[in-house]
């Protein structure tokens, strides 16, 4: 099957799981606001959205509230990174790619997306967004590109079980942007799934990041030319599927502030041109990081990636990242 009829394929499907997952949301939502329509009407009080009281009985995580979205049927949601350079230099216009991942820019830049979101039930819901990317933009420099590029379509879904706190996501995006098209990426589709559990009272939350992924391209012979010079055939720098497992640990110091670590240890992507169980497992990393919940909808998260194994200060970036809801 060639790349459009395999993209078409995924299409199809990730549009028929979002209208099951619809349907199966609207039942829900159905049984619970004829509940909430007997329990307003032997009360004789104004009948409540059941389904935006949902979502916080659900997850109490601030961070997962504030990146999975306002509590409100409609809502816009910006998640942008200032990914900066290094510690010792933190206002550099280059950023070192310390885990020598696929298609990672090496410049400083302000990066993210904006969305809008639709809940399409209590707990789910569905949005089109798209990236944006300004590169070195606290650097005069005349080379700053901005840009708004990488169309995409998510469908999510939060969920409690046993005490463990979840949000589920699955993505299928475009490429636009200039750096990914030189490479030849022309789509990607992705799942993911963040788990967190709660320590008792202490304080103290772990979780687990899951991602996998698998992306689509319109070349492979092409050349790849960098600054007038020829580094080959863009295949031999195309990662076409991935997964990874990210641990991180959260500690609450107040309502305000928490402490947080998380650390990509176990993260793989395979060469286009590898044998199909062949992976190239990127450098170990560990961030460390201030968690700031201005309000529920606004978290400020400052932090520093690590390389484990060779902790220097030119090795060791900095970033700042926030998600933003309205509405």
Request: glycine share 8%.
């Amino acid at each position: 099957m060639n790349t459009t009829k395999r993209l078409l394929t995924l299409a199809a499907a990730f549009m028929a799981f979002g209208l099951i997952s619809n349907a199966y949301a609207a039942d829900e939502d159905a049984a619970s606001e004829s509940k909430m329509k007997i329990e307003d009407a032997t009360k004789g009080t104004v009948k409540r959205d059941p389904s935006a009281e949902k979502v916080d009985e659900v997850i109490t995580n601030r961070k997962l509230r504030a990146e999975t979205g306002s509590k409100s049927k409609y809502s816009v949601n910006a998640s942008l990174e200032y990914k900066g350079s290094t510690i010792d230099k933190p206002l550099a216009a280059t950023r070192p790619n310390i885990t020598r991942g696929a298609n990672v820019p090496a410049t400083a830049a302000l990066s993210g997306s904006v969305s809008g979101k639709m809940r399409i039930g209590s707990l789910d819901y569905m949005k089109a967004g798209v990236g944006l990317r300004a590169d070195q933009p606290l650097q005069q420099t005349q080379d700053g590109k901005k840009d708004l590029y990488d169309p995409y379509l998510s469908y999510g879904r939060l969920y409690n079980v046993m005490g463990l706190q979840n949000s589920f996501d699955s993505s299928l995006t475009a490429f636009t942007k200039e750096s990914s098209r030189k490479l030849g990426y022309m789509a990607d589709f992705s799942i993911s799934n963040t788990t967190i559990k709660e320590i008792g009272t202490s304080g103290l939350s772990v979780g687990i990041y899951l991602l996998a992924g698998h992306s689509f391209f319109d070349a492979e012979d092409k050349r790849y030319i960098v600054n007038g010079k020829d580094l080959g055939r863009v295949a031999d720098y195309q990662a076409d599927y991935y997964l990874g497992a990210y641990p991180f640990a959260e500690y609450v110091i107040n309502d305000t502030f928490n402490l947080r670590t998380i650390s990509g240890v176990w993260v793989y992507e395979h060469a286009r041109g590898a044998d199909g169980y062949t992976f190239a497992k990127n450098t170990i990393y560990q961030s460390f990081g201030l968690g700031i919940s201005v309000t529920r909808d606004i978290y400020l998260y400052p932090n520093i990636q690590i390389i484990p194994e060779d902790i220097r200060a030119d090795r060791t970036n900095v970033a700042l990242s926030a998600n933003l809801n309205a509405f």
